[in-house]
């Protein structure tokens, strides 16, 4: 559950809460006025809202919580505020589909409404136990000190195929913190596993201090709950971890794993939100299911400057197992970064989620890959296409012919040679990507790059979001940077706006001197895919010019090397329901 939830505290109160948040430069702050909680919309703002991600019809959207497949039908819950666009009075959202696309809308699944749970209803997720019934596990905020505990519910009739009503037993909660566990930062229980000795287990997030952790419980009937000596894993100066994850992934293919599987060939993904980055951060090891730990391979760093699912705007994820289609699906929270709460209730509407991703391990067993759910393709119509295309410095080529606005890219770049890479600068070396992005950004001349996509480009350029491509010489290797910088994004004049530079580096072998890109465009988002899904980035932006029909996209190449849009596709996107 994200940090705006600990705003509950003073409900009869109006309260600015001011949270500014510094990483390596790049600062946001996020007001919430507490008596805005309430007020509702009538009439959402159209523009800027999205056409094919999930977003309800108006107010404030944010965690998903346990998505899954059950009986031929796709859930997603949420926190969600039915009475207004900030944060407050949340509740779990319940849609349900049949494509992972296409949303209807049910019952709330659960809301505050028991002594355990008074105060809020916060995140957690679901596990389908052996004989196919569904429990979801939560964070009950139980007085007005912010005590976190973790709670169950069940479905009210499971012969119902949208599971439309959820009971929360009177036996809650089902866990306390102990004296040794900071009851205020305890929270977001995860998905659990069946071990090999018929114990249930799963994890909470907490800190100790500045030191992250995974507490560790177990249980045989899934009722009774006892923690571990020990913590899952924890790591120093990571702070608190919110909405952990703890899944298998495979070393020979692509398909994903039930949650409880383990054994040979198989390796364990650890996924934390950190609360004090508003980054999703994860390592990749080894589950030591005799002793109940997580090791994280040498190669991993295991703190902010990690491994991250997204580079971008992308937050408090979730991992699900679809046993339909033999995968593991990724959903995440897209935050606003234009508003002020007064500019939320304006809009009426706050938070989207991602577009849903299959997610597996990288042959090279170092990261994770990611792609789109192939469902999205459903909503394809027209199609552009363009074939080896150069592009010498300076120049662009339009994408005519389809709505920019509203779109789905896929496109490779190639090039003759490396040796117009630039060498890397060595004062650059402690830097995020996103540093080095701000400083090379894509109006600036470079060797091999930038190249890339203009999105949400006005006509005369007064406004664009570019995604592209860097690469660099470090002594006798390449370093691929992949940038998608918001900085140029809109040219509304809001000192409040956050238009940041996010950027990622691309693990990727340059043999065959080609780069590939996939950019989902949504009217305030770009979600982009560098080297096939081996570098994600998400972006919020707010145009203020190239709206709707005035939209437009391009290829650019502002490098001295010539490069060639081998095949690019473009597909004006159909609107789903949501």
């Known amino acids: 559950m994200v940090f705006l939830k600990n705003c509950f505290l003073c409900p009869f109160l109006v309260i600015i809460i001011v949270l500014l948040f510094c990483f390596n430069g790049i600062k946001a702050s996020h007001e919430v006025f507490m008596k805005l909680q309430s007020l509702s919309v009538t009439n959402p703002r159209k ?44 509740v779990w959202g319940h ?59 069940i479905p009210a009739d499971v012969s119902d195929p949208l599971l439309r009503k959820w009971i929360k037993p009177d036996n809650n909660p089902l866990i306390v913190a102990d004296n040794s566990i900071n009851k205020t930062r305890f929270r977001d229980p995860t998905t659990a596993w069946l071990g090999r000795d018929g114990h249930w287990r799963m994890v909470v997030g907490s800190a ?165 759910v192939e469902e999205l393709e459903t909503l394809r119509k027209k199609k552009v296409e363009l074939r080896n295309h150069n592009l010498d410095k300076g120049e662009t080529v339009e994408v005519e012919g389809i709505t920019a606005a509203q779109a789905d890219v896929e496109v490779t770049f190639s090039f003759s040679s490396l040796k117009n890479a630039e060498e890397f600068d060595p004062s650059w070396a402690n830097l995020y990507a996103k540093d080095v992005c701000a400083i090379r950004g894509s109006s600036v001349q470079g060797g091999l790059g930038p190249f890339g996509l203009l999105t949400l480009a006005s006509e005369n350029l007064e406004e664009y979001t570019p995604v592209f491509f860097r690469v660099f010489k470090v002594q006798d290797k390449y370093k691929v940077l992949m940038c998608s910088d918001a900085s140029r994004s809109s040219a509304r004049n809001n000192p409040k706006m956050y238009k940041p530079s996010f950027a ?16 989902l465009i949504d009217h305030s988002v770009v979600e982009s895919f560098g080297a096939g899904g081996k570098t994600c980035i998400t972006s919020r932006v707010y145009p203020a010019l190239a709206l709707f029909s005035e939209a437009r996209l391009l290829a650019f190449n502002n490098g001295i090397e010539t490069i060639t849009i081998e095949t690019l596709n473009v597909w004006s996107m159909d609107k789903s329901d949501r």
């Open 47 to 90: 523009y800027h809202r999205t056409g094919y991600h999930f977003q309800p019809p108006k107010h404030w959207i944010n965690d998903p919580n346990g998505p899954m497949y059950y009986n031929g039908v796709y859930h997603l819950f949420y926190q969600y505020n039915p009475k207004g666009a900030v944060w407050g009075n949340i």
């Open 208 to 372: 100790r201090g500045q030191r992250g952790v995974a507490i560790l419980y177990r249980s045989r009937d899934f009722l009774k709950w006892t923690k571990a000596q020990h913590p899952l894993h924890s790591s120093s100066k990571t702070g608190n971890w919110e909405c952990p994850d703890f899944f298998p992934v495979s070393l020979n293919h692509t398909n994903g794993l039930d949650t409880s599987v383990d054994g040979e060939n198989v390796k364990h993904v650890l996924k934390a939100s950190l609360d004090e980055t508003r980054f999703d951060y994860y390592t990749i090891g080894t589950y030591d299911t005799k002793n109940d730990r997580y090791i994280p391979d040498d190669t991993m760093i295991d703190g902010w400057k990690g491994l991250r699912l997204d580079y971008g705007n992308f937050y408090a994820s979730k991992t699900f197992y679809d046993p339909s289609k033999n995968r593991r699906v990724l959903w995440g929270w897209v935050n606003e970064s234009d508003v002020v709460p007064t500019d939320a209730v304006k809009k009426g509407w706050a938070g989207i989620q991602s577009i849903p991703r299959k997610l597996w391990l990288d042959p090279s067993g170092k990261q994770l890959v990611q792609w789109p």
């Open 504 to 519: 990622g580096f691309v693990d990727v072998d340059l043999s065959d001197k080609k780069l590939s890109l996939r950019s």
């Open 95 to 153: 849609s349900v589909s049949t494509d992972l696309i296409n949303w209807n809308r049910v019952e709330h699944a659960i809301y505050p409404s028991k002594v355990f749970d008074k105060y809020g209803t916060w995140s957690g997720s679901v596990t389908v136990l052996p004989d196919n019934k569904p429990v979801i596990l939560y964070t009950g905020i139980v007085d007005a000190n912010n005590t976190q505990v973790q709670n169950y519910a």
